[in-house]
């Protein structure tokens, strides 16, 4: 059964690696144009975490504490929706978005021409960082951005919600993913240590340090980090070859739900109450019934919504475990039905 597990791993990586090797020969035409004398290829950091991790909140903190550095976002999201590169959007201006897909897998070929035309600009940014997928390998974006002879990799940072890190790394469809996340990662960031004791923080981060050894790890709450500490993650962790299960993008599976008309913040709870296993995230655009546009976010059991700019489409992206897929999916459509909203995008 060993070698079993190991052929599939290897095979994984394979195929995630030959993905983005896709985008080779474009590269290569992208660095025919560009100054091959630059001094310095582009640093590449590399956003990854399970979905809901808090990604994207530390991305902006990032974003609004970098001082004069000149920086590009790559933001993949999974699913329709491009709900995160518009968040990131809001407090800067130079996104690019890669939509639907998992970027590592079904993306590889377009993460690969967006690194070369970003680092190939005549006026290149001084560091390019990329938010993957919750659902994303990291490894296989690292080898996208080694193989760029314009970008060269700064850091991987896996961020992981503090509060839910017990449950999803014991859960059967997400742990193992998890699990590669961290093993890829320089640095491990820790969200929602804020409604954390100190003692259990201190004992979350020692316990991950045992079992993922060589990486600082360090509490992000509110996403709050040193920003040189992100942009620069491989000068303070080891990064070891990666082990354990392989990635498979097809083990998650994402609809759009249609929220057409507005909703209570009562009837909303009631809603989300009423979820069956098998979700791991909701993420999104609603109307209130007062007439506000939010920005929703559900993940692990918790939820919150903050205003966005009115006129938004009310539609919420879901993101759910694939092998588990009708019966969550009958789960949403009965409790959708009662506001009659409408699940799309369902293939």
């Known amino acids: 059964m060993a070698d079993v597990g190991v052929h599939a791993r290897l095979r994984a990586e394979w195929f995630g690696l030959t993905?983005?090797?896709?985008?080779?020969?474009?590269?290569?035409?992208?660095?025919?144009?560009?100054?091959?004398?630059?001094?310095?290829?582009?640093?590449?950091?590399?956003?990854?975490?399970?979905l809901g991790a808090g990604k994207t909140t530390l991305l902006r903190h990032l974003l609004a504490h970098s001082g004069e550095r000149r920086l590009a976002v790559v933001v993949n999201d999974f699913g329709e929706l491009g709900f995160d590169a518009g968040q990131i959007r809001a407090v800067h201006g130079d996104v690019i978005e890669l939509s639907n897909g998992c970027s590592c897998c079904a993306m590889g070929a377009d993460f690969a021409r967006t690194l070369a035309q970003l680092a190939g600009r005549e006026s290149a940014p001084d560091a390019i960082v990329v938010e993957a997928s919750g659902v994303a390998?990291?490894?296989?974006?690292?080898?996208?951005?080694?193989?760029?002879?314009?970008?060269?990799?700064?850091?991987?940072?896996?961020?992981?919600?503090?509060?839910?890190?017990?449950?999803?790394?014991?859960?059967?469809?997400?742990?193992?993913?998890?699990?590669?996340?961290?093993?890829?990662?320089?640095?491990?960031?820790?969200?929602?240590?804020?409604?954390?004791?100190?003692?259990?923080?201190?004992?979350?981060?020692?316990?991950?340090?045992?079992?993922?050894?060589?990486?600082?790890?360090?509490?992000?709450?509110?996403g709050v980090i040193d920003p040189a500490l992100v942009l620069q993650a491989s000068r303070f962790g080891a990064r070891p070859a990666p082990s354990g299960a392989s990635h498979d993008a097809r083990g998650f599976h994402a609809v759009t739900v249609r929220a057409a008309s507005p909703v209570s913040e009562q009837a909303l709870a009631a809603f989300l109450a009423g979820l069956p296993g098998g979700i791991y995230r909701i993420k999104g655009h609603l109307v209130l019934d007062a007439g506000d546009c939010v920005d929703f976010q559900w993940a692990g059991g918790r939820w919150r919504f903050e205003a966005c700019v009115p006129g938004e489409t009310a539609e919420l992206t879901v993101i759910g475990v694939a092998a588990d897929r009708p019966a969550w999916l009958a789960g949403l459509g009965r409790a959708c039905g009662r506001f009659g909203w409408s699940i799309a995008g369902d293939a």
């Open 137 to 222: 390998d990291p490894n296989a974006l690292a080898a996208a951005v080694l193989v760029c002879p314009l970008t060269r990799l700064a850091g991987i940072v896996t961020v992981i919600d503090g509060l839910a890190y017990p449950g999803a790394i014991a859960d059967p469809g997400a742990g193992p993913l998890l699990r590669r996340q961290i093993e890829a990662a320089h640095l491990i960031a820790l969200t929602r240590t804020d409604a954390m004791s100190d003692d259990r923080v201190s004992a979350l981060q020692a316990q991950i340090g045992r079992e993922h050894p060589g990486r600082r790890v360090l509490a992000a709450a509110h």
């Open 19 to 50: 993905a983005a090797l896709q985008g080779v020969h474009e590269i290569g035409r992208q660095c025919e144009g560009a100054d091959r004398a630059r001094a310095a290829a582009v640093d590449v950091t590399l956003l990854s975490g399970f």
